[in-house]
């Protein structure tokens, strides 16, 4: 006899809920916060340069420029690669509105292809029948924290003259080859929220190779201004010249004091999160009613979340209803993502559905599990026997 559904009134699998993702604070966290508080700058300080330092040796990049969320990182990103009014970037429709908003701010247009079925990251070939004579950035996402057709784009950008920016909020810490993400002579950007690898409470990064680039980030985050005010006092100028549209993205020392502190722990972090995906893949290879996520050969994934597929023709219930009775049981199910192009902000400025028939075909039917580094195995059985006992009872 089955058990009773927490959703039919049975007793849930956990007392409390269990988020799908949760930041990782300890003690020296707090510390090396309030001994930054109690110094004599809390932004645009020494901080921010260690930090910067630090973020650069993490991810094999030249440069890196922190600044005050991933979405004006991704901002930063697009203005530096030159994109304007009319110019079009072509991205995946499987990620955060973030990474096509920032198209948008800069006057530019999304444009967006078809994703891979197997990794559900930009596929290479798509995003070539999408270019134009306008378009001048390449916007794959790392999605989920599995490195996309890094090599291919790379490719397709020299061949075609365009930037390549890939958003990495989701992969901090992935390798293609052998290789951390975030060199190159396009742009890489990181978030710092709560939910990613590390994290500053809100925050984000840019990274590298390239020295023009850098520049460009680091007038762009702080107002367009030629000089900081250090570099402007030591040539002895009254005031900075202004330069380009700029903003005021700046990151604190405060919270760059937190993201020093993290970085140390990214590879603690990236090894439990790594543990984590393999308990969930060891307990649901066997699951009807789920495909888990597919790995590639040669990459190292970072697991910012694990996202399923609900064989929903096998289910006798739709998406809703399981993640419903997910919920019910306690076990905080999220999705990861609403074709970008569907919001109704995009619809509305004529993006049709049907444009990425895979990726919106995906996207009905994919559920993400909890994964954070702080979960314990018994949080993990727990996920698993809630997904047991809910497809259990859905089956066909
Ligand atoms: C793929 C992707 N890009 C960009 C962002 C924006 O980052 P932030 O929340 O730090 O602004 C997110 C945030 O979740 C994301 O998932």
Redesign the pocket.
């Known amino acids: 006899m089955a058990e009773t559904l927490a959703i039919h009134g049975g007793r849930p699998v956990r007392a409390a809920l269990l988020p799908y993702g949760h930041h990782a604070i300890d003690d020296d966290d707090v510390a090396a916060v309030v001994a930054t508080l109690r110094g004599p700058l809390i932004t645009t300080g020494p901080a921010v340069t260690a930090f910067e330092r630090a973020f650069a040796d993490a991810s094999g990049a030249r440069h890196a420029v922190a600044v005050s ?3 004006a990182a ?1 901002h930063a990103a697009v203005f530096a690669a030159g994109v304007g009014p009319g110019d079009e970037a072509v991205t995946t429709p499987l ?2 509105v ?2 096509s908003n920032a198209v948008l701010y800069q006057g530019g247009r999304p444009v967006f292809a078809d994703v891979r079925r197997d990794t559900l990251t930009l596929d290479p070939a798509a995003a070539a029948r999408a270019l134009t004579p306008r378009t001048r950035a390449l916007m794959p ?1 790392h999605f989920a924290g599995q490195p996309c057709d890094v090599e291919a784009f790379e490719r397709l950008a020299r061949e075609r003259g365009l930037t390549l920016i890939q ?1 990495a ?2 992969a901090l810490g992935a390798e293609v080859s052998g290789r951390r993400l975030g060199g190159g002579r396009g742009l890489t950007i990181f ?3 709560p939910v990613k690898h590390v994290t500053t409470g ?3 990064v840019i990274t590298t190779d390239d020295p023009a680039l850098d520049e460009r980030l680091r007038r762009f985050r702080n107002h367009g201004l030629a000089t900081d005010a250090a570099t402007r006092d030591a040539h002895g100028r009254l005031w900075a010249e202004m330069v380009d549209l700029g903003y005021n993205y700046r990151l604190t020392d405060v919270q760059c004091a937190l993201g020093l502190s993290q970085l140390a722990k990214l590879d603690r972090f990236l090894a439990r999160r790594e543990a984590i995906a393999e308990r969930y893949v060891a307990a649901l290879k066997d699951q009807p009613g789920l495909t888990l996520p597919q790995v590639v050969p040669d990459v190292r994934h970072a697991w910012h979340i694990f996202p399923v597929l609900l064989d929903t023709p096998r289910l006798t219930a739709d998406r809703a209803a399981v993640y419903a009775a997910l919920r019910a049981e306690n076990i905080g199910v999220t999705f990861h993502y609403v074709p970008a192009y569907w919001h109704p902000y995009y619809a509305a400025r004529g993006y049709a559905r049907g444009l990425c028939p895979v990726a919106e075909q995906a996207a009905e039917r994919l559920l993400t599990l909890p994964l954070f580094p702080g979960m314990t195995d018994a949080d993990v059985a727990d996920v698993v026997t809630a997904v047991r006992k809910v497809l259990g009872a859905y089956l066909r």
């Open positions: 969320s991933g979405t991704l990620t955060f973030a990474t996402v958003d909020a989701h978030s710092l929220h809100e925050g984000g």
